[in-house]
C-alpha cells in the first residue's frame, strides 16, 4: 500500500504546473475568424472559434477593435440574443462564435469595413495575455462551411 500511495504522489507531482509541459494552464488558440461585410453602415459582426490546448478553463472577459467605438459579445438561445459579459472556455474545449450562436457586435463602425480588407481585433482573457487577431472580411454570404 505505501509503495502504491508513493507512485500516486510522484503521479501527482508531475501534473504540477512546474512539470514544463504547461498543460496545466490554459493554451489559447484562435482560428476561423471572418467578418461578413456589413449591410449597415454602423453595426458589423464577427466570428471565430477559441481552443484551448490546456488543462485549465479561462474566460473571455472583452473584445475591442480600433474599427468600432464598443465591441460586445452576445449568445442567442432559442431565437433570443442577450449581451454577455464573458463566455468561458473550457480546459480542452473550445468556445464558438458563429452566425446564429454565440457572436461579437461591432458598433459604432468608425469605417465600412469592405470584403477583401481586415479588421484588428483584441480579445482579453481572465488568466492569459491578451490575444490580437486579423479578422478578414468577406462577403456578406460567407459561408465557413463551404468557404463561399
Known amino acids: ?36 461585410q456589413p449591410v449597415s ?3 458589423a459582426a464577427g466570428f471565430l472559434t477559441i481552443s484551448n490546448k490546456g488543462g485549465t478553463r479561462d474566460e473571455l472577459t472583452s473584445v475591442s477593435s480600433d474599427a468600432a467605438g464598443q465591441v460586445t459579445m452576445h449568445s442567442t438561445t432559442g431565437g433570443t440574443m442577450a449581451e454577455r459579459s464573458s463566455f468561458a472556455i473550457p480546459a480542452h474545449g473550445r468556445l464558438v462564435f458563429r452566425s446564429g450562436g454565440n457572436h461579437l457586435m461591432f458598433d459604432g463602425l468608425r469605417h465600412e469595413p469592405r470584403q477583401g480588407q481586415t479588421v484588428t481585433v483584441k480579445l482579453t482573457f481572465a488568466e492569459s495575455g491578451p490575444l490580437t487577431v486579423e479578422m478578414p472580411v468577406k462577403s456578406a454570404t460567407y459561408n465557413p462551411s463551404t468557404g463561399h
Open 41 to 43: 453602415a454602423d453595426m
Open 1 to 36: 500500500m505505501p509503495v502504491a500511495a508513493l507512485a500516486c504522489a510522484l503521479a501527482l507531482t508531475g501534473c504540477g504546473a512546474g512539470s514544463g509541459s504547461g498543460s496545466s494552464k490554459a493554451e489559447l488558440s484562435v482560428s476561423g475568424s471572418y467578418m461578413p
